[in-house]
């Protein structure tokens, strides 16, 4: 777990700025779920036998009452779970999103830790291939608006339940025929998990897994149409994708549409975005039954894409550093500051005393455009100096009550 210092915390809010404008865009609306929720949420949401639930979550019991409780790994089940709890799905179908930090214990790496931030997107009761297409298309755009780069879509469809029920007990069969090759991670998985097998990044798996039978000829009529309405939409929409097979995902809940982005800029764990429909989880968690489709981006991976060649420092910077030096001056001072703040302006009105060589130094350092500077003399007249600090520009003294409608023409031009 990791601390935000102001330089890199000012680029995280420019990020989340972009992307509610970017959710805005597509009518999606925010959702805010608790950080901690029952045990019993993840392990009939995300899956008894995943990863997520047997080794990776931070789990605990409630000293006063013995409930069993969890800091939560991932949101898509705590979203279907507040939807279905307020009943919000009655009589029309929901676009939400939330962000916020996630919890997993794993092996912390570049732009992987421990606590950890996703943006999650969640479409809940549209049973059609269009919002699985729309989330892939809104993703395209979103690393368009940020400038990324080598950025992949891979795609695969897990088809339905009586679908994969058939493929896994092909599979089973398959994996118990070279259970001797499989390490100890595919040993576990063999009987509680087996499409997790397919996801294995153990080199000396590769051909085995290769030639394992695929998901995707198991597939019926409808699930085949539902991939193919999906893949149709995004040629249309000139997003390109290769189909892989062993595409699975960590969580047993999706089925038919998944996605991965992948990157091969953040090393050895290339994943920044996924995805995928999962038609059976909110009845699974209790409400009535309802289609819904949803993907999450790691926050911390994303930004590291994203923020490559910026330079260093503040991201954000004030318009005016005040200056003064004087009893009478000070108040002065804070009266001009809190007019520049009513004007719109972002202000620094300078603490802890000092000459007026120094604070000067102090507004250069801050970034600021312009410096107000107010003596005792300004004060008995019930004036201020302003003075650019960046580019050419004398200093000017105006009456302090004309002072914000100066600079607000001096930084704004006509749209002052």
């Known amino acids: 777990m990791n601390d935000l210092l102001p330089d890199e915390a000012e680029r995280w809010e420019a990020f989340e700025e972009i992307v509610r404008d970017w959710l805005r865009s597509y009518g999606y609306r925010p959702i805010r779920t608790p950080i901690v929720e ?36 991932e949101g898509t ?63 395209a755009r979103l690393w368009d608006d940020l400038g990324l780069e080598d950025v992949t879509l891979e795609i695969n469809s897990l088809g339905d339940a009586t ?21 100890e991670d595919g040993k576990r998985r063999l009987y509680t998990n087996p499409l997790r097998v397919l996801d294995t990044k153990n080199p000396a798996l590769q051909a085995i897994v290769e030639a394992a039978p695929r998901l995707m000829d198991y597939l019926g009529e409808a699930s085949l149409a539902h991939y193919e309405g999906v893949t149709a939409l995004l040629r249309e929409a000139c997003v390109p994708y290769t189909l892989n097979t062993r595409l699975v995902r960590g969580l047993d809940y999706y089925n038919r549409t998944v996605f991965e982005w992948t990157t091969t800029r953040l090393g050895s764990q290339a994943t920044f975005c996924a995805g995928g429909r999962y038609d059976s989880l909110i009845e699974q968690l209790g409400g009535k039954s309802a289609p819904a489709c949803g993907f999450a981006m790691g926050m911390e991976r994303v930004m590291l894409m994203w923020a490559e060649g910026m330079e260093a420092g503040p ?28 004007a719109g302006l972002a202000v620094i009105y300078h603490c802890g ?11 250069d350092a801050s970034g600021s455009a312009f410096a107000v500077i107010v003596g005792d003399d300004e004060a008995a007249a019930g004036e201020v100096s302003f003075k650019p600090l960046r580019g050419e520009g004398e200093q000017r003294r105006v009456p302090v009550d004309l002072l914000a409608p100066e600079l607000a023409a001096v930084l704004y031009g006509d749209d002052a």
């Open 38 to 73: 029952p045990t019993a949420l993840f392990v009939r949401g995300v899956g008894e036998h995943t990863d997520i639930v047997e080794k990776e979550m931070y789990s605990f019991e409630d000293r006063l009452n013995g409930e069993q409780l969890t800091l939560r790994p």
């Open 77 to 139: 089940a705590p979203c279907v779970r507040a939807v279905t709890e307020h009943n919000l799905l009655f009589g029309q179908p929901r676009r939400l999103y939330y962000s916020g930090p996630m919890f997993r214990h794993e092996r912390p790496q570049k732009g992987r830790y421990r606590q950890f931030h996703q943006v999650g997107v969640e479409a809940l009761g549209f049973a059609g291939p269009d919002v699985d297409a729309e989330h892939i298309i809104m993703c």
């Open 163 to 183: 679908e994969r029920a058939a493929h896994r007990a092909a599979l089973i069969a398959y994996l118990e025929g070279h259970q001797d090759k499989l390490d």
């Open 315 to 342: 991201l954000v910077s004030p318009d005016v550093y005040v200056v003064h030096v004087g009893e009478q001056a000070g108040r002065l001072a804070l009266r001009a500051a809190e007019q520049l703040r009513s």
């Open 353 to 363: 005393g000092g000459n007026f060589k120094s604070q000067m130094k102090k507004a």
